[in-house]
């Protein structure tokens, strides 16, 4: 018997994600950033690597990964709200491609850090559009209660302080509004903001010669079997139509769940079946360590029972894991074909942000992935680092 539970890895359609990422943008001068965050799994990050895309990291411990899976230091970006004065130095010493910095202390230390090297840093100002990404609140950051970017405030205060900041050269502008992301008219309103701050930034700036509007781009949990791959098409299209900027311009992406979001699955098995006068549950031996989305946001993920018959009975279960907290369910009254104990249940779209979340509380240890692909036929188990 197999050992559950385990994440799978369809690296082919992360291949040909990948590939409608790059029809997309060849005739265009865009770089995307692979959001590290939303899976740092080494298999995913080689390939993503091997092609050549950059790497948007958010700790230094994600710059080494990135730098390990042969992401190149200069096309790394790196942002964060909390950035600590050895994950400057470090970023700095790597020479890594653009610190996005989020509040004036942390430029102020940039300096500062800077300047104990000898060194001149290039920065980009992380600005609150404060546009509304219309998803989950949870996973909203452009608007102005968020703590993401420059407040305004502070990007007044910036001007008036900037000619003392000898070791840094503030060159961009950085955006960020959100995840999940599905209403292309959030986009549009955020490009309709750059329009707005490019000529307020060269006025006090200098020449913008940096822009980088994030990433957010949502995907299909509801059919992820219809909608392998995000619509790239209508996401790009709008930065196409809408920035104000030179054709020849660069903008940076840094897209995270719609690169890696529908290859990934968690497979877990049946531990007991639980009868009850209200419901069924079925408990299952993955739970919220493993795949917190449910629990953190309400995230509602496709289940499928796996090698089953067609003329199987049906029933209606609560998908539970065995975590002590009410909150570890993955679903409440799916209709599935009847489990039992022992039966292998697959749980869809968890490339992005269930590995890369899982924790340790209830001591659980980290789980195995299999990553896959038309060429490997057979499946090897690997453990995460
Ligand atoms: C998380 C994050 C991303 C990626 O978000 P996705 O929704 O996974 O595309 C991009 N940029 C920053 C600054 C982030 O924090």
Redesign the pocket.
Known sequence: MESTPYYFYDLDLLERTLMAVEMNTVSVPYKVHY?I??NNNKKVLSLIASRGFGA?C?SSQEIMWALDAGFKAEDIVF?GVGKTDAEIEFAVRREIGML?CESLEEIIVVNEIAEQLNKNVRIALRLNPNVNALTHEKISTGLAENKFGLTTLEFEELIEVYSQLRNVEITGLHF?IG??VLNMSAYEDLCHKINKIIPRFEAHFGELTYLNV????GIDYENPDENPIPDFESYFNVFKNNLDIPADFPVHF?????IVGQCGRLRTRVLYIKRGAMKNFAVMDAGMTELLRPAMYGAAHQIAKMNYGIEEEKNVYDIVGPICESSDCFAQDVILPELKRGDVVEIKSCG?YAESMSLNYNGRGRIGSVPSNQVATSLRIVKSA
């Open positions: 959001a965050k939303a948007d958010v942002a996005n960020h995840s999940q994030g990433g957010g781009l840094e897209l995270g769940r719609s992005a």
